[in-house]
C-alpha cells in the first residue's frame, strides 16, 4: 500500500497501471509525447501553437513541457530505429546496399555527418562530429560496418578525408564521386580568374550603380502626372531595371550560376526591346527622359570592349560547362526538381562523356590560347577521374546495378530539416536548431519515406507502445547525438563587428570614473546585434 496526502492511501497495482500509461518520472502519458512531437517536428507547430491546441482538450501545458517532450520523442524514436537493424539489413539484402555519404555544417565547425542507403532511401545513421577528419569519421563507418557488413559501393564528396577513412575501413569497396560534386568541382576551377575579371569589368563601366540611382531618383510610385505613354515608358525602363539587376541579389549558386554573366544576357536581351520603344518614339516625333538616359547607360554597358571580349569569352566557357553538366545529370541545384535521381549505367555515362570532350577538343582547336588551356583543363580533370565518376557495381548476382551517382539524397535530407525548422521558428534560429537537432532530424524524416514505414517498421503493431518501452538508459545514450550548446557568433551582424570592435577602443583610450559602466554596456550588445 502507499500513501498520497492528496489522495490517501491507495494501492500499489493502481501505481504498477499508472505506470504503464505514464512512464516514471514523467508528467504526461506517451501519447501526448508523440502528439508534441508529430505536431512539432512534422507539421511545425510553435510551442505556443501546440499549448493552445492542448489547452482547448483541456490539457494544461507549460511550453517548457512542450520542448522536453518534443526533444523526447526524437530520441526515443532513435531507439526505435536502431532496434530496426535487421528490417533494414532485408530490405538492403536483395541487391546491396548502396551507401551514400555526406556531410553538413550549419554553424561552428561541428559537421552532421549521415549516412544514406541509395535505392531506398532510408537514412541508416547520422552523427554530430567536429570535423570531416578520419578520426571521427573511421568511427562513425566502422559501426555501419559492424551492423549491415559491406556496402556495394559508396558514393561520396571529392574530400580527401572522406576517401581514405571509406579505403581503410571498407578495404576493396568500390567508391563513386558524386557528379554533382564533381561539376562543381570543375567550375571553380575553370572559371576561377576569368568569371571574376567578367565582374570587375562589368562594375568598372558603373551602369548598374547608375541604374540603381536612377531607381532611386526617379521612382514613380507617386508620379502619376503627364501623358499615359509618358507615364508607361517610366514603369517599363523601372521594370527592365529591375529584371536586369535580379540575378545580382539571388543567391548565386557558383560556378552554376554566374549572376554577372545572367546580368548581361539579360541587359543584352532588354537592348534589342528598347531599341524597338526608341524607333517607336522616333518615328511620332516623341522624346522620353528617363528613356533616352536608360538607353545611354545600356549602350554604356554593352558596348564597351572590355565586357564584351570577357562576356564572349565566358560564354564559350559556360556552354563548354554546362554540356560536362547535362551529360552527368547535374542540375545547378541538387535538391533542385530538375535533379535526376534515376539510376545510370556506368558506361553509358562514360561513353556520352568522352564523345562531349571530344566536340569540346575540336571548337577549341580553331581559337586562341586561352579557350585551348580551358579544354585542356576540362578534359585533365576528367580523365583523372574517370574511374571514379563511373564506377560499375555489380549485385550479389554478378550483374551490373545502376544507381544514383550523386548526393542529392542526402541534400534532401538535409533540406527536409532546414525546412521544417525554419517554418516553425523562422530564419534567426534555423542554424541553430539544425546544429542541435541535424541528426536526430535525419533519422526521423524516415517516417515520410514509404519503404521505411512499410518494410522497416512491419512489426510495429502500437507505436505508443513501442516508443514507451524504451529505457531511460536508451534515452541517455541517444541524446549523444544533441548538441547541447551549439557555438553561436558573439555578433550576427557582419556590419555592426567593426563599429563594436572601434567601440571598445574608444572607451579603453577615453577611460573615467564611468569606464566600467561602459565596458558593461559594450558588453551587453555582443549576442544582441
Known sequence: ?????????????????????????????????????????????????????????????????????????????????????????????ENGM?????????????????????????????????????????????????????????????????????????????????????????????????????????????????????????HIGGDQCGDTIVIAQRYWVMLAIEYILYPRERKSGYPFVLPYLEVLHRAFEVKSMLRRIVMWNATHNFGVGITLDFTEKLRKLVRNSDVKTRYHQIMRIWVWFEKVRKVLRVSRDLSGKEQNTIPTSAEDLRTKLKQVLKKIENESSGLDDEFQKVSEKIHKICQDHMEELFVQVKDKDGKEMKIVRHNGVEELNHRWSRMHIRRRTGRSRTAKEMTKYGALLAVISNLENETYVKEVLTDVEDFVVEMQSITN????????????????????????????LQRFIEIL???????????????SMLNSE
Request: some cysteine.
Open 509 to 523: 583610450e577615453n577611460s573615467d570614473e564611468n569606464s566600467e559602466k561602459s565596458i558593461e554596456g559594450w558588453l
Open 473 to 500: 538508459e536508451e534515452i541517455q545514450e541517444a541524446r549523444k547525438l544533441i548538441r547541447k550548446h551549439p557555438r553561436r557568433p558573439l555578433v550576427y551582424s557582419d556590419k555592426k563587428r567593426p563599429e563594436l
Open 98 to 218: 548502396v551507401l551514400h555519404l555526406d556531410g553538413t555544417a550549419e554553424a561552428g565547425d561541428e559537421i552532421t555527418f549521415t549516412a544514406k542507403e541509395g535505392a531506398t532511401g532510408i537514412t541508416i545513421d547520422s552523427w554530430i562530429m567536429p570535423s570531416e577528419r578520419q578520426e571521427y569519421i573511421k568511427p562513425f563507418l566502422a559501426d555501419i560496418k559492424d551492423t549491415f557488413g559491406l556496402p556495394v559501393v559508396v558514393v561520396r564528396d571529392m574530400w580527401n578525408e572522406t576517401s581514405e577513412s571509406v579505403s581503410e575501413v571498407f578495404p576493396g569497396v568500390p567508391q563513386q564521386i558524386c557528379h554533382y560534386h564533381f561539376v562543381r568541382n570543375l567550375g571553380s576551377v575553370i572559371f576561377k580568374y576569368r568569371y571574376e575579371r567578367l565582374r570587375q569589368a562589368v562594375l568598372n563601366t558603373k551602369v548598374l550603380a547608375g541604374f540603381m540611382a536612377m531607381q532611386k531618383a526617379k
Open 1 to 93: 500500500m502507499k500513501y498520497c496526502k492528496v489522495h490517501g492511501v491507495f494501492n500499489c497495482d493502481a501505481l504498477s497501471v499508472a505506470h504503464k500509461i505514464c512512464p516514471s518520472g514523467r508528467t504526461f502519458d506517451t501519447k501526448v509525447m508523440i502528439a508534441v512531437g508529430f505536431f512539432r517536428w512534422f507539421f511545425n507547430y510553435q510551442r505556443e501553437e501546440i499549448q493552445l491546441l492542448f489547452g482547448t482538450r483541456g490539457v494544461h501545458i507549460s511550453t517548457g513541457e512542450i520542448s522536453y517532450l518534443s526533444e523526447e520523442f526524437l530520441l526515443r524514436f532513435y531507439v526505435l530505429h536502431k532496434k530496426h537493424v535487421l528490417q533494414m539489413k532485408n530490405v538492403f539484402k
